[in-house]
Every structure is written in structure tokens, then in C-alpha cells.
């Protein structure tokens, strides 16, 4: 049987005759349902599973938050993802030079997301649903897991998951790891965050002090330090393994 359109609307939510989602996904790309689209296959991995999944389209971050209101809060949790690119490379050229259009928006225009995209969506989630767990994906997210350059301001800036206050990334190819996610939730809708340490490919803050693994010097370290900054990229570029990333050690 082939599968219709994931439903982006509350109306075509009640259509299917859900109480409410199990997972809600932000995308600052427009709906597209084709394998190159990377929430839309994070989606379509959510649904294969028996969950039922919405997709949240370049939701409208500039007005009374209706579009990350008008589902309300999912069952299990909301995905967040700046879409196909980062949207700061979406957004300026390497000159800083603000780009005239958006080839993941219909119509080819540009302004439909915000500048730091994942982090925008994030935190607006956090304030209606503070209790909400938020997983964050995606290119942004991946490549701003760390303390990372910012070219955009010239700084040196922490991981994305302390700006946007999700509780979890995702980072490369997620659907292996997206499984085993939704494994847990399925056993515990409301899991403890360290429930997630075994699972490759993620990355959480936590207090807590692992001896074993590798170890990174930690944001505050690397602003004081340039050659701690150099040394951390050395150990992740050299030794880069799919390994729970838990911030920070140092």
C-alpha cells in the first residue's frame, strides 16, 4: 500500500484521527518527501517503526509561535533540524553577503528560516514546552556539537546544545541511531538522559565525570587557549569514532 504525505497540519492530524503525534519534526526546509531530504527521512524511519510522525515545515518564528503551537506537545519528543544545509551557509555568502534566494524553499525564496536555525527552534520549543525532550539533526547540528569557530561572528562559540537547551544530538547518518532512540522511549516515555549512553552517534551535557574515552578540554579551556582549541580538533579529526559525546570534561 503506498503511503500518503506525512501530515503538516492540525487538520490532517485530526484526519488520521490522532490524539496527538509521537514525534514532531522543525525543518527549516520546505516539505519535501524524497530520500535526499534529511527530515524527511528521519520521518519516514519514525514511521516505519509503527509511530505516528508530523513534519513541521519552516515554521513561522517571527509571530504569536502559532506553527509550533498548533500540535501541541508529541508523545515521545520533538525533532529539530535547520534542514538540508546550514543556515548560515543558506543565508550569506563567504563574503557575509546576505543570499537573494533559498533553492530549499518554494519559489526559490529566501528568508523562511532564521540565522542559526536549529538553535532558534529549539529554544522557542523549550519555552512553550519546557518539560519537552528536543533531539537536534542535521548538518548545523552535526558540525556545532563542539566548541566550534563561528566564522559568521568571528568567535569562538559552545556546543549547539548549550545555545538551543535540547537534551540531545544526533550527529552524521541518523536513522541507526534514531532506532536505537526510539527503542528507549518505547521502553520509557519519559527516560532519564543518561538512558542514551550507550547509543553511537549522540551527544548530551551532563554533569557527571566519565574516566574512560577520550577526553576534550572544555569551551572555557579553549577560549583561554588556542592550542587547546587546535588539540581538540586534532583528536576528533584523527580519532573520530561513533561514540557517545558527553560535554564537558575538562
Not at 500518503?4 to 488520521?16: A, H, N, R
Not at 533531539?135 to 563561528?150: K, M
Amino acid at each position: 500500500m503506498e503511503k500518503g504525505w506525512l501530515p503538516v497540519t492540525k487538520k490532517e492530524v485530526d484526519s488520521l484521527g490522532w490524539d496527538q503525534p509521537d514525534v514532531i519534526i522543525f525543518t527549516g526546509d520546505a516539505y519535501i518527501d524524497h530520500p535526499s531530504f534529511g527530515g524527511a527521512v528521519i520521518a519516514r524511519v519514525v514511521e516505519d517503526e509503527g509511530l505516528r510522525v508530523a513534519v513541521i515545515p519552516q515554521p513561522n518564528w517571527k509571530d504569536d509561535l502559532r506553527d509550533f503551537r498548533k500540535l501541541g506537545r508529541p508523545g515521545y519528543f520533538f525533532g529539530v533540524t535547520a534542514g538540508n544545509m546550514d543556515s548560515m551557509v543558506n543565508h550569506y555568502t563567504a563574503f557575509k553577503r546576505l543570499r537573494s534566494n533559498d533553492a530549499y524553499t518554494a519559489g526559490d525564496v529566501s528568508g523562511f528560516r532564521p540565522d542559526y536555525a536549529v538553535s532558534v527552534y529549539s529554544r522557542i520549543v523549550k519555552q512553550l514546552y519546557p518539560d519537552s525532550f528536543v533531539i537536534l539533526g542535521g548538518v548545523e547540528a552535526s558540525l556545532r556539537r563542539f566548541t566550534h569557530y563561528d566564522y559568521w561572528s568571528n568567535s569562538l562559540k559552545p556546543s549547539i546544545l548549550e545555545d538551543s537547551n535540547a537534551d540531545l544530538l544526533v550527529y552524521g547518518m541518523g536513522e541507526k541511531p534514531l532506532l536505537d532512540i526510539l527503542n528507549v522511549f518505547k521502553s520509557k516515555q519519559h527516560p532519564d538522559i543518561d538512558e542514551f549512553y550507550d547509543i553511537p552517534q549522540i551527544a548530551y551535557l551532563s554533569s557527571k565525570y566519565e574516566k574512560e574515552g577520550l577526553h576534550l578540554y572544555s569551551h572555557e579551556k579553549c577560549i583561554e587557549s588556542k592550542k587547546a582549541f587546535a588539540d581538540n580538533f586534532k583528536i576528533r579529526y584523527h580519532l573520530f569514532p561513533p561514540f557517545c559525546c558527553i560535554m564537558y570534561i575538562w
